[in-house]
């Protein structure tokens, strides 16, 4: 069974702080799909990333940063520099790497940024 | 810009009246998923499709819920009858998943508020 764990219910910080947003997972699978979508205040999903299991090199974009470490089974979200439009709900979610590819979702992170 | 879209955008119902929720997925996209949000559950999987068959549905109450994919650009989601329970944010994703791995990003619609009263 797949399981995602985002313990942190809701972050506030004031804009131009950076902020970490945790994830961890478990998985029996040996290679799998982790992702981050956002859910603004306006309710859609927004897609951020995709990170294949197998690939461990984090990524950057802009100021969005990502840090999976399979050795600890964690997916870690950092924005740098955060503005107030970052203001969203987090998702972190797992799907398997073939087979059945629906999204097992974490509880989901609230982030205020404060002006 | 393609985009899933569903419909409606809001549905306010009274319990026993049936629902039907429409999504459309992306263009040339294989697989389609509904998903439910709620505040105490989270977002949980209903069913899922791949080349409009259906591959999982466990996560749906049979006996009131059905998903169907009568064209690859059209899946419904039905209720019959609706409850206060079923009251929810609907989502509609899409996806191109093809065998072993490579692509696997999941598309979501702006979904469909219900309300059972």
């Known amino acids: 069974a797949q399981k995602v764990t985002q313990a942190q219910t809701e972050i506030s910080v004031v804009e131009k702080e950076d902020v970490t947003l945790d994830c961890v997972y478990e998985?029996?699978?040996?290679?799998?799909?982790l992702f981050w979508y956002k859910q603004p205040p306006s309710g859609e999903l927004v897609f951020l990333i995709r990170?294949?299991?197998?690939?461990?090199q984090n990524e950057i974009s802009g100021r969005y940063s990502w840090n999976f470490q399979k050795s600890t089974s964690s997916f870690n979200f950092t924005i740098t520099a955060s503005q107030v439009v970052d203001s969203a709900v987090y998702f972190c979610?797992?799907?398997?790497?073939?087979?059945?590819?629906?999204?097992?979702f974490g509880s989901g992170t609230r982030l205020q940024v404060q002006p | 810009d393609a985009r899933v879209t569903q419909t409606p955008r809001h549905k306010v119902t009274e319990m026993g009246q049936e629902v039907t929720m429409r999504c459309q997925p992306i263009?040339?996209?294989?697989?389609v998923f509904w998903y439910r949000q709620t505040m105490m559950q989270g977002l949980e999987l209903l069913a899922y499709f791949r080349n409009r068959a259906p591959l999982d549905d466990s996560g749906m109450p049979k006996d009131r819920f059905s998903a169907e994919m009568p064209d690859a650009t059209l899946a419904t989601l039905k209720i019959q009858p609706s409850e206060p329970r079923d009251s929810a944010v609907y989502f509609c994703?899409?996806?191109?998943?093809?065998?072993?791995?490579?692509?696997?990003?999941?598309?979501f619609g702006p979904g469909t508020r219900l309300t059972v009263l």
């Open positions: 979610a797992l799907s398997a790497y073939t087979g059945r590819r629906a999204l097992t």
């Open positions: 263009l040339g996209h294989n697989t």
């Open positions: 998985t029996r699978d040996t290679t799998y799909y």
């Open positions: 990170r294949n299991s197998f690939d461990e």
């Open positions: 994703a899409s996806g191109l998943v093809r065998l072993a791995g490579t692509n696997n990003e999941q598309f």
